[in-house]
């Protein structure tokens, strides 16, 4: 069995620094970003979603609203592209959306940079080296994000995070928040073609053979 990671103090303690001050020199703009999706969008303001953690404890995550509770006639959601909204568009692509998740990095949920939280439902579809994605701290920003983001295939952005859980140091978290804001600017990776993000995460080809070599009835 895997040795249980620890998180660095130093990572925490400069994650704590600069989300505090972050935090507070963005105040102004979260308060407008905030009026503008309550105009928009209505409210509540924050969507708030479970999103599993260090070594998969779920916690809350914060972000700015970016879709609309758009129903069809069967009282169902209507798929995300349709329900995201053009303010919705431009926060995600600028990632103004992502600025509340500095919220979850003061409180010790997050950290600045590490993989990104995805879906609770996602953990019992990862290969075990997958689920390593999780011996970190979820971050704001990733190796994977500045390495292609929603172009990427789910299995390349696995890929990513497991490096970076294995070759974290500090000027790695460094490297990583220098070519975030250039990915930002650029507004590279968004979306997958066809989807407003990325596509669901059904489980990789390679779960799949395992999950079925285990299998009592495979080979009958």
Same mark, same amino acid.
């Given at each position: 069995?895997?040795?249980?990671?620890?998180?660095?103090?130093?990572?925490?303690?400069?994650?704590?620094?600069?989300?505090?001050?972050?935090?507070?020199? #963005?105040?102004?703009?979260?308060?407008?970003?905030? %009026?503008?999706?309550?105009?928009?969008?209505?409210?509540?303001?924050?969507?708030? !979603?479970?999103?599993?953690?260090?070594?998969?404890?779920?916690?809350?995550?914060?972000?700015?609203?970016?879709?609309?509770?758009?129903?069809?006639? !069967?009282?169902? %959601?209507?798929?995300?592209?349709?329900?995201?909204?053009? %303010?919705?568009?431009?926060?995600?692509?600028?990632?103004?959306?992502?600025?509340?998740?500095?919220?979850?990095? #003061?409180?010790?949920?997050? =950290?600045?940079?590490?993989?990104?939280?995805?879906?609770?439902?996602? %953990?019992?579809?990862?290969?075990?080296?997958? +689920?390593?994605?999780?011996?970190?701290?979820?971050?704001?920003?990733?190796? +994977?994000?500045?390495?292609?983001?929603? @172009?990427?295939?789910?299995?390349?952005?696995?890929? #990513?995070?497991?490096?970076?859980?294995?070759?974290?140091?500090?000027?790695?978290?460094?490297?990583?928040? +220098?070519?975030?804001?250039?990915?930002?600017?650029?507004?590279?990776?968004?979306?997958?073609?066809?989807?407003?993000?990325?596509?669901?995460? #059904?489980?990789? +080809?390679? !779960?799949?053979?395992? @999950?079925?070599?285990?299998?009592?009835?495979?080979? =009958?």
């Amino acid at each position: 069995m895997r040795p249980k990671k620890t998180i660095p103090l130093s990572k925490r303690l400069f994650d704590k620094i600069v989300s505090l001050l972050l935090i507070v020199l #963005l105040s102004p703009l979260m308060l407008f970003i905030a %009026l503008i999706v309550w105009l928009v969008h209505g409210s509540p303001v924050l969507f708030r !979603q479970q999103r599993p953690g260090y070594l998969g404890k779920p916690f809350t995550c914060y972000k700015f609203r970016t879709m609309v509770e758009r129903r069809d006639e !069967q009282g169902n %959601l209507l798929p995300d592209e349709q329900r995201l909204t053009r %303010l919705g568009r431009f926060l995600r692509s600028t990632s103004l959306d992502e600025l509340p998740e500095l919220l979850n990095v #003061l409180r010790g949920e997050m =950290s600045l940079v590490g993989p990104r939280p995805l879906l609770m439902q996602y %953990l019992d579809r990862y290969t075990p080296e997958q +689920a390593r994605r999780h011996e970190v701290l979820p971050g704001i920003t990733g190796w +994977a994000q500045v390495n292609g983001r929603n @172009a990427l295939s789910w299995e390349e952005k696995f890929r #990513l995070d497991v490096w970076y859980v294995d070759h974290w140091s500090f000027w790695l978290d460094l490297k990583i928040l +220098a070519l975030t804001l250039i990915k930002v600017l650029k507004r590279e990776g968004i979306s997958s073609e066809g989807f407003a993000t990325a596509p669901e995460f #059904l489980g990789s +080809a390679e !779960q799949s053979w395992e @999950a079925r070599e285990e299998s009592p009835e495979h080979g =009958s």
